[in-house]
């Protein structure tokens, strides 16, 4: 039977690189983690398994969660138990995964530049962005609701090109925030279910949990970084007109 594909193009050859490499390092060490298979690698594109699904909701929640939190506890335990947040991680054929602060206090200042975002906005965040050097590391890897497709057998990650490393619970704080400013305000609950699936597969290898308050940080810290795409790519909603508070969530 012929596997039915799609093509992704790239603008250079150094983006199909890293997509390739990423998907590669996936597959090794986050073995529980549902991926589109690669087929081909072609001068400008990929060619990947047709994923048949839909994007994910917000009912979808706790199976995506709990599907990150079992790949992040897995991908710690097969590699990144020995990465640091502070520094880039090596992976194989020259690649690496970019340090978690670098790129988005980057990212930050060209908002606040843009003057999407204020110095104050900036410096309520910086602590997120200095992590104690003993903080355990996950991935990030855009875990926003079109990145996830629900299958019949469970949520698939598609879209690999940007993957770097975060601190646990930073990539569910995505999906939430994405969720939230494409489709409204969430009930609680939808906050405090996901964090507690995403939780339990890190306290069953051992690792500490995300607390809520520092998930909600991460959550502010998303909503900086996803002001310049507000009216675009179906968010709809400000963060400012839908986030939960902490009351909220006890």
């Given at each position: 039977?012929?596997?039915?594909?799609?093509?992704?193009?790239?603008s250079?050859?150094?983006?199909?690189?890293?997509?390739?490499?990423?998907?590669?390092?996936?597959?090794?060490?986050?073995?529980?983690?549902?991926?589109?298979?690669?087929?081909?690698?072609?001068?400008?594109?990929?060619?990947?398994?047709?994923?048949?699904?839909?994007?994910?909701?917000?009912?979808?929640?706790?199976?995506?969660?709990?599907?990150?939190?079992?790949?992040?506890?897995?991908?710690?335990?097969?590699?990144?138990?020995?990465?640091?947040?502070?520094?880039?991680?090596?992976?194989?054929?020259?690649h690496?995964?970019?340090?978690?602060?670098?790129?988005?206090?980057?990212?930050?200042?060209r908002?606040c530049?843009?003057?999407?975002i204020?110095?104050?906005?900036?410096?309520?965040?910086?602590?997120?962005?200095?992590?104690?050097?003993a903080?355990?590391?996950a991935?990030?890897?855009?875990?926003?609701?079109?990145?996830?497709?629900?299958?019949?057998?469970?949520?698939?990650?598609?879209?690999?090109?940007?993957?770097?490393?975060?601190?646990?619970?930073?990539?569910?704080?995505?999906?939430?925030?994405?969720?939230?400013?494409?489709?409204?305000?969430l009930?609680?609950?939808?906050?405090?279910?996901?964090?507690s699936?995403?939780?339990?597969?890190?306290?069953?290898?051992?690792?500490?949990?995300v607390?809520i308050?520092?998930?909600l940080?991460?959550?502010?810290?998303?909503?900086?970084?996803?002001?310049?795409?507000?009216g675009?790519?179906g968010?709809?909603?400000?963060?400012?007109?839908?986030?939960?508070?902490?009351?909220?969530l006890?």
């Open positions: 039977m012929t596997l039915n594909t799609f093509s992704k193009p790239y250079t050859r150094k983006d199909l690189e890293w997509a390739v490499a990423h998907h590669t390092w996936l597959a090794e060490h986050a073995k529980s983690l549902q991926l589109p298979p690669l087929v081909a690698v072609h001068a400008n594109r990929l060619e990947l398994g047709f994923v048949d699904g839909r994007h994910a909701v917000v009912a979808d929640v706790p199976t995506v969660a709990a599907a990150l939190g079992q790949a992040h506890a897995d991908v710690w335990a097969s590699d990144l138990h020995r990465a640091l947040l502070t520094h880039a991680h090596p992976m194989s054929g020259g690496e995964l970019a340090d978690f602060a670098s790129p988005r206090m980057a990212a930050l200042h908002r530049e843009a003057g999407l204020s110095v104050r906005q900036m410096a309520a965040v910086q602590p997120l962005l200095s992590p104690h050097p903080t355990p590391a991935f990030y890897k855009d875990t926003n609701p079109r990145n996830v497709l629900i299958t019949s057998g469970g949520p698939v990650m598609v879209d690999l090109d940007d993957l770097t490393l975060a601190p646990f619970g930073y990539d569910l704080a995505k999906l939430l925030v994405a969720l939230a400013m494409t489709d409204g305000p009930p609680p609950e939808t906050y405090t279910a996901a964090l699936c995403y939780n339990l597969p890190l306290t069953h290898a051992g690792l500490p949990s607390p308050d520092e998930f940080g991460y959550a502010e810290l998303h909503h900086l970084l996803t002001l310049p795409y507000l675009k790519g968010y709809r909603h400000p963060w400012s007109t839908v986030r939960p508070t902490p009351e909220d006890k």
